[in-house]
């Protein structure tokens, strides 16, 4: 399923505002961290799996840079588990 230029726009702007890395019980968002477009790209190329499946498999591709980009982390890594469930109800009605 491919989404057009203005669906990909509208997700990655949900994705921004809504969802957010935790690290020492701070809370980045995702527009603030610059990942929401990078997030919304793959989870786009997944929605025909599904929201679960398509939220598990992207969060786990986007690669986030920490320390001066010496190292990666899958975004997985760095999301609360009640984040993965507001991703999903994020991409639900991309998927239909």
Not at 3 to 32: F, I, T
Not at 75 to 80: N, Q, T
Request: proline letters at 4%; charged letters at 20%.
């Amino acid at each position: 399923m491919t989404l057009s230029a203005s669906d990909l726009r509208d997700l990655e702007l949900a994705l921004g505002d809504r969802l957010y890395l935790q690290v020492a019980g701070w809370h980045l968002y995702l527009k603030d961290a610059g990942l929401a477009q990078a997030l919304a790209i793959e989870c786009s190329a997944r929605l025909s799996q599904g929201a679960s499946i398509a939220a598990r498999q992207a969060l786990e591709t986007v690669q986030v840079p920490i320390g001066g980009s010496a190292t990666r982390l899958p975004l997985a890594r760095l999301i609360p588990a009640g984040q993965l469930r507001d991703l999903e109800e994020v991409l639900d009605p991309f998927c239909r």
